[in-house]
């Protein structure tokens, strides 16, 4: 945690306390929530995160008018990843011949969405709007 701003540690602190004391409270039996509603919990809070992890490049990218000094291969990998999880949760419904399976797991449906989507404006910004930029910057969120 050397590198991390206090905010950031506070945050992470934070989070981990707030998790333990809901784990806390699961075990000792203080709350109706279960331990699967806890996991969902936290599986959409994951999304929440994903969604925090974008967000700053694709500022960084506006700001300086060009996607220099991160590589487009680690988007082109990250949008092939999400496809294929989505085209899991469709080939698991259609198998199964339920198509609930699509959204009874949001999480991994939450990733794929938030996934292809700002890996679309990546590519976007990439190959589009900021083609022929030639910044001497490189700094990478």
């Known amino acids: 945690m050397q590198g991390l701003t206090l905010s950031i540690r506070f945050a992470i602190v934070g989070i981990t306390l707030i998790c333990s004391g809901v784990a806390l409270s699961i075990k000792a039996g203080w709350t109706d929530l279960s331990w699967l509603d806890f996991l969902y919990l936290l599986s959409l809070v994951k999304v929440l995160i994903t969604i925090t992890k974008y967000v700053p490049q694709v500022l960084l990218n506006i700001r ?3 996607t220099v000094g991160w590589s487009i291969w680690n988007v082109t990998l990250d949008v092939m990843g999400g496809s294929l999880s989505m085209m899991q949760l469709v080939l698991d ?16 449906l939450g990733l794929s969405v938030v996934t292809i989507v700002f890996d679309a404006i990546f590519l976007f910004q990439h190959y589009v709007l900021y083609r022929h930029s030639e910044s001497g910057s490189s700094v990478v969120v």
């Open 64 to 66: 300086r008018k060009s």
């Open 93 to 108: 419904s259609v198998d199964l011949e339920d198509w609930t399976g699509i959204t009874g797991n949001l999480a991994k």
